[in-house]
């Protein structure tokens, strides 16, 4: 079976060099002799999971060390081998994302502080190599998949800490179809019914929409648009669609027409087409090619009214596309060095976990900040000069000053929110414009500390008023 098992897993493999596939099937070779004698719930060998959790890697044509690191990630953990003979077997990348993703003994820490523990270890081996939470997303994955085979006591909590901790991480490293797949799995166990009711509505106005996207498509196309290479429609994934309904939106906010074009500049050629055929929405229109949130995200967002309903559009340019759908392997691949590698991990987690440590002391407040910190869903605030400062939703002016220059925060008097006279404790949203107005003396107050809700302005305002 193994041989069979490790046939399998190399003939899906179409991108790496000769040499590094052997590399694969010494580290599988390695994998199945250690894991010998192991089951899952499932009552499968033990090997079939890591082989799995490599599978789903391969799709993002991950690097050699990352699969590497994918066969081996529970060895240390769920078998005598020590991390030392992993270093000398496979190098010291693939001995560290292991150790990155090995969980402390049980017996070692307290009860109530384990799974804090593990998440602070976590999350500090990733701000190193990001490729420990890549792997350690895949390996949620298909133990999600096979969650069902779990009692039930303990598929609840399971889902649960899915769609909180892990669905959030994956779209920080631009893993859109892992938390897609993740959020949908977490959900169908935390609310059946409404998942099935929501899937059933979706459903049903996929025909409808398919409609608009037809007549769109031909409307589009005659218009004359060599520039475009491929033109689609699809729908918000099902977990987010349920959030999005619950804060009201409609049906057709949850389908868009996707428009690929051939460069970054036919990216705006589509967008006069669109709004020369269609009349556009207020203050809907998003350019994130020129004014960046995210690597991943590169693309123009545009609304347009059709029929009296408002249509989604999203461009993208075919590079960026192709950025989108390979997320942190798409950033990966050139052969990064160690330091390169480090710098890209510490950009796309940021400087959230050093701060969240600085200002917590046990691995339990760690663990309740930076859920919101680094994993709650992130909205773009602007200055007057269109620069952009990414904060977490519920941020407050406070959290936007600090984050912009702290310098500038700690003589703030008041501020603006879109033209608008407001009080710094005001929480900003969205696409918000922030100006920091400014007095010549120091400004800071002890009542600051209640608004302040990221880490970097609770720190910063703590160490000066520890000054004065």
């Known amino acids: 079976m193994a041989d069979a098992l490790k046939e399998g897993l190399i003939k899906k493999i179409d991108y790496l060099p000769r040499k590094e596939l052997e590399l694969l099937k010494v580290a599988f070779d390695f994998a199945e002799e250690a894991h010998d004698g192991q089951k899952r719930a499932t009552g499968e060998p033990y090997i079939t999971h890591p082989i799995a959790v490599c599978e789903i890697l391969l799709a993002y044509h991950a690097d050699i060390t990352t699969l590497i690191s994918a066969l081996l990630h529970d060895v240390v953990e769920d078998t005598s081998v ?7 077997r496979f190098g010291e990348r693939v001995a560290e994302i292991v150790e990155g993703l090995t969980k402390v003994e049980k017996g070692k820490v307290r009860k109530e502080e384990y799974s804090a523990i593990n998440t602070e270890k976590l999350l500090f081996a990733s701000v190193k190599d990001i490729r420990v939470a890549a792997v350690k997303i895949a390996d949620r994955l298909h133990n999600m998949r096979t969650l069902a085979v779990k009692r039930v006591e303990k598929k609840v909590p399971y889902a649960n800490e899915t769609l909180i901790f892990f669905s959030p991480l994956a779209e920080k490293l631009g893993l859109y179809k892992l938390q897609e797949e993740l959020e949908e799995l977490g959900f169908s166990y935390l609310n059946p019914p409404k998942f099935k009711n929501i899937k059933t509505l979706m459903n049903n106005y996929s025909n409808i929409f398919t409609k608009i996207y037809n007549n769109c498509a031909i409307e589009i196309m005659k218009e004359g648009a060599p520039f475009i290479t491929e033109l689609k429609w699809t729908k918000v994934p099902l977990y987010q669609s349920y959030s999005l309904l619950q804060e009201e939106h409609d049906l057709a906010d949850l389908f868009f027409i996707n428009v690929i074009t051939k460069s970054k500049m036919d990216c705006y050629t589509a967008l006069g087409v669109i709004h020369k055929l269609y009349k556009p929405s207020l203050h809907q229109m998003v350019d994130n090619i020129a004014i960046e949130i995210s690597p991943f995200l590169k693309q123009i967002n545009t609304k347009v009214l059709i029929n009296n309903i408002e249509v989604h559009f999203i ?16 950033l990966l691949r050139n052969g990064l060095t160690m330091e390169e590698i480090r ?19 046990t691995p339990i407040e760690f663990e309740e900040l930076i859920s919101f910190e680094l994993l709650q869903r992130e909205m773009t605030v602007f200055t007057p000069k269109m620069d952009v400062i990414a904060l977490p939703e519920g941020s407050t002016i406070i959290d936007f000053a600090f984050s912009l220059n702290p310098q500038i925060a700690r003589k703030m008097s008041n501020a603006k929110v879109n033209g608008e006279w407001k009080p710094i404790h005001t929480v900003v949203h969205d696409m918000d414009i922030v100006e920091i107005c400014t007095t010549s003396k120091e400004m800071v107050s002890f009542d600051w500390l209640n608004y302040a809700q990221t880490s970097k302005a609770y720190k910063a305002i703590s160490e000066l008023l520890k000054i004065q």
Not at 82 to 88: C, K, V, Y
Not at 344 to 352: A, H, K, P, T, V
């Open 315 to 330: 461009i993208q340019s075919e590079k960026d596309r192709e950025i989108y759908d390979a997320g942190v392997f798409g």
């Open 82 to 88: 020590p991390i030392l003979e992993i270093d000398r």
């Open 343 to 361: 710098a890209l991990s510490g950009d796309l987690l940021g400087d959230s976990i050093h701060a969240v440590k600085s200002i917590t002391n």
